[in-house]
């Protein structure tokens, strides 16, 4: 760490700027070592409670050259310049400010402000990356109108875009060109862009419901044009969507979206100039999978919304984040839900959320969704700002329902349309739009870490009573704020019979009905639902469709959970039933196997799976999911100090004894679900790929059908089925699995999210020498830790997904990713501090490996010059 320590920023010291700027006009002279940006401002003072006039302008890692007010050129003297601010002390309430900088995009490995990839220009700006290009107000809530102007050489840089739309362009004499953008819309600067390079692109047009035909251009690499289809139909879908779900109609002529290889995060919502990840828009059957596919859709539909949702309306500051992005993600969550299936949607958005989100909000990191404090933005955006923040919001919809949901987002739009707004106002929105308090949502804001709910049930036989009791503790304690809780259940018979149970009249308040469903509102720490006319038991089916972000614990058992598996009318619950059955047959495995016993498969477990397995009614999907294991680390959850090697013993026992157990039943699926059809992005065709692999998941852990594999990966027939094969043959050190691994380099070594794909599956690879295989690949000529996707490809990857290979009990894992970390500090501090969640959950371990990921965590905390990003990670994790 540098001298002093970083700042942290307070939400309670929000105060709005005392500056506004009504305009600005950026001219960009591209260079890769100096590009001069010349920034002319007008600006207004606009007093705050603070009564300052100081103008204190943030900047950063830029070369100040001049500074002019009116017209005149400002001296040393007239203002203070440090390593992060411009200080000025003007006296009038309006002038025009100018400001000229250098920076250097071609050193800029962070990857934030303007930078180059591929030998083009681009610029990322959130959260406080704009301070990197120029002197300015960076913070959310100065919303200014923006023209661009950008020169550059012409040979080199065909194509000058930023936001907007294009007003003028013309060739400059030496070879440059030049190209002015004027954006219509008034934005906070982290969503500016600009992109300059040779790049080629692909066009369409939409015509939006009120009539207007909207240009679409996606801008790619030349060598990847032909990869763009699927963008391009995602992008058309989710303008249709948030048309008709929303009303919500597209605002500029033009919506432009570019791929770049070398980028922090998925993509970036800028106004009319959306930028992406390479990952998550390029594909064809030969190179992407189908959760590629699914990727795509779903990332170009989010930041496509984000264009009301984020652009239209923003955020105040940047506590506010989840007010985007948890709507955002709510919204694209909807989207796909629609566009494939629901139920399998919402299962697979519940498994991403208990095993990313979860244990955050249960480690050093955690923190509420509205974030009180922060050192570094960037470490704000998280699965709880994201995922936690997208099931906030759909507590909304549980709610209000679907009208009422619409009602409430009409009036926020309404009511806030160019506004930088906080979360507070979205929630008055659907309170005052469905004329109902919902101030106890607040709580959810402010209040961090996963809420367990305990049900437990009182049947009276006599009086023919059901007592349903719900209590909530949040981190062990009664809540300081209880939440407001929405807990969807039904009933049913012991013989899988649907029951249509009456509430007694008391509770009518805490409940609605729900079709098949009743709805409880649990708002209280503690709170009875009592039912009348109950003649026998039933048994309940909790938390259908997953309706709020908690944890339950229920008192259901074994019986129950098999009639629940079998029966549940809802698709949420039959999975996590069958879930609950695997996890107890685990978890006995691991008491057995703690006491040296032999290890078995769990009786009921395994009649439930044979029954999925038969079931010739279940969609595809959902069988897939139902048959496929909770992951190790969701195991390892649900213990206080995690029994590692026993977790992994049972794991891999569970997988092998049903593997033998059901072989037959499983090559019988396996080879009804092979066709010979070209590939499709379709609901059924990806059901049946699902299946298949999962069938081919299992069947390769019996030795003599590893030659399936082989011959799947032979067959080349589209990429998920390539990689499945190659997964599963990763696992074994044999000829074919090397003879594999390497005709796949062969084949896509040329193509770098291929290649990604290739390092992937070696980093993940339960092998016994995997340290060797990571270092390998490290020094292999294909990795690069200047770009985050092959960062995350091998160190990601590992760290996350390789549990047992990370948690060697030597240690030498942690080792590796600290050095890793510590490397990658001075090149991209935003991965750098990404790579260091999977040690930071190290009190949960065993006391051995407690201490060694405490010391690999020191060892990046002594090291000097550490960034504000990792700094920020590592010290809480170690405090
Ligand atoms: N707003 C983008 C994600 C994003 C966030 C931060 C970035 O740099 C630090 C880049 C992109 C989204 O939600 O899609
Ligand atoms: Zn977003």
């Not at 300052?52 to 500074?67: A, M, S």
């Not at 009182?458 to 949040?474: F, G, I, V």
């Not at 490397?823 to 935003?830: A, D, E, F, R």
Request: overall charge negative; charged content about 20%.
């Amino acid at each position: 760490m540098s001298s002093s320590l970083p700042v942290t920023h307070y939400l309670k010291d929000y105060q709005p700027s005392n500056y506004q700027i009504d305009s600005i006009e950026l001219t960009f002279d591209l260079d890769p070592l100096a590009t001069r940006v010349t920034n002319v401002m007008q600006m207004t003072f606009s007093p705050n409670a603070s009564d300052d006039r100081r103008l204190v302008l943030n900047g950063q890692k830029i070369t100040l050259l001049e500074c002019w007010i009116n017209g005149n050129l400002l001296s040393a003297e007239d203002y203070d310049l440090d390593d992060e601010f411009l200080t000025l002390s003007p006296s009038l309430d309006a002038f025009e400010l100018k400001i000229v900088t250098q920076c250097a995009p071609q050193n800029n490995t962070s990857l934030e402000g303007l930078y180059r990839t591929s030998g083009n220009y681009c610029t990322q700006c959130e959260a406080l990356g704009f301070q990197t290009i120029t002197y300015y107000l960076d913070r959310p809530d100065v919303l200014s109108f923006f023209t661009t102007k950008i020169i550059a050489d012409k040979s080199q840089n065909a194509v000058l875009l930023s936001n907007g739309n294009l007003v003028e362009a013309s060739d400059l004499p030496d070879g440059k060109h030049y190209a002015v953008w004027h954006d219509p819309f008034k934005k906070p600067c982290y969503l500016f862009a600009l992109v300059a390079g040779n790049l080629s692109l692909i066009q369409d047009t939409y015509q939006t419901m009120d009539g207007r035909l909207v240009d679409l251009r996606i801008y790619v690499e030349p060598q990847n044009i032909d990869k763009c289809d699927h963008a391009m139909a995602s992008l058309k879908k989710s303008m249709q969507w948030d048309e008709e779900r929303y009303g919500l109609v597209y605002d500029l002529d033009i919506y432009m979206i570019v791929a770049v290889d070398d980028f922090n995060m998925g993509a970036m919502e800028n106004k009319g100039l959306n930028v992406f990840n390479s990952k998550f828009v390029l594909a064809k059957p030969e190179t992407a999978t189908d959760v590629d596919y699914e990727g795509i859709e779903s990332v170009i539909a989010h930041e496509y919304f984000h264009n009301w949702t984020g652009n239209r309306v923003t955020c105040r500051d940047w506590f506010q984040l989840t007010l985007k992005e948890g709507l955002t993600v709510f919204r694209d969550q909807e989207f796909t839900g629609d566009m494939l299936s629901i139920p399998v949607k919402r299962i697979e958005d519940v498994k991403r959320l208990r095993s990313n989100q979860f244990p955050e909000d249960a480690g050093p990191m955690a923190h509420p969704i509205q974030p009180q404090s922060y050192i570094e933005m960037n470490n704000f955006y998280t699965m709880t700002v994201y995922e936690k923040g997208a099931e906030v919001v759909r507590l909304y919809q549980t709610l209000l329902g679907r009208d009422g949901f619409r009602k409430g987002m009409d009036l926020y739009f309404q009511r806030h349309d160019g506004q930088a707004v906080t979360v507070e106002d979205f929630r008055n929105a659907m309170a005052d739009a469905n004329h109902v308090d919902l101030s106890q949502m607040q709580a959810w804001y402010v209040q961090e870490g996963t809420p367990v709910v305990t049900a437990k049930t009182h049947y009276d036989a006599k009086l023919q009573t059901l007592t349903l009791s719900l209590e909530q503790t949040l981190k062990g304690k009664v809540p300081q704020q209880p939440l407001m809780i929405p807990v969807l259940i039904g009933f049913m018979g012991y013989d899988g019979q649907p029951l249509t149970l009456m509430p007694s009249v008391q509770d009518k308040n805490s409940l609605e009905e729900r079709g098949d469903s009743w709805l409880l509102k649990l708002t209280e720490p503690k709170q009875d639902f009592i039912f009348e006319q109950v003649a026998t038991y039933p048994v309940i089916s909790y938390l259908r469709d997953f309706s709020a972000p908690i944890i339950l614990k229920t008192p259901n058992a074994l019986p129950e959970l098999e009639v629940l598996a079998q029966y549940d009318s809802n698709a949420f619950v039959r999975w996590e039933s069958m879930q609950a059955l695997a996890l107890a047959s685990m978890e006995q495995g691991v008491s057995a196997y703690q006491q040296q016993q032999p290890l078995t498969l769990l009786p009921s477990f395994a009649a439930a799976f044979a029954s999925v397995l038969a079931d010739s009614s279940l969609d595809l999907s959902l069988k897939a999911l139902a048959l496929t294991l909770p992951e190790m680390t969701y195991v390892a959850d649900q213990y206080t100090e995690i029994p590692l090697e026993a977790i992994q013993a049972v794991h891999q026992f569970t997988q092998q004894a049903l593997a033998e157990k059901f072989s037959q039943a499983l090559l019988q699926t396996y080879e009804s679900l092979q066709v010979n059809e070209p590939y499709r992005y379709e609901k059924q065709a990806i059901a049946q790929r699902k299946l298949k692999n999962v069938c081919l998941k299992y069947l390769a852990k019996l030795p003599q059908n590893l030659a399936i594999a082989v011959n799947q990966f032979e067959q080349k027939s589209n990429m998920t089925d390539v990689l499945s094969a190659l997964e599963v043959l990763s696992h074994h050190q044999t000829a074919d699995s090397a003879k594999c691994l390497q005709a796949f380099y062969q084949d896509w070594s040329k193509d770098s999210l291929v290649l990604d794909k290739w390092f992937s599956i070696q980093a993940a690879a339960q092998v016994p020498d995997i340290l060797a295989q990571i270092n390998q690949l490290l020094q292999h000529p294909d990795f690069k830790y200047t770009n985050p996707n092959r960062v995350r490809s091998v160190l990601g990857v590992f760290g996350r997904l390789n549990w047992v290979g990370f948690h060697q009990a030597s240690g030498t894992g942690y080792q590796l990713l600290a050095e890793q970390v510590i490397k990658l500090n001075g090149i991209n501090p935003q991965i750098a501090s990404r790579l260091v969640a999977p040690l930071s959950h190290w009190k949960r371990y065993d006391s051995g490996r407690r201490l060694l990921m405490r010391q690999a965590l020191e060892s990046i905390l002594a090291t000097e010059n550490l960034s504000k990003d990792v700094y920020e990670i590592v010290s809480r994790s170690l405090a």
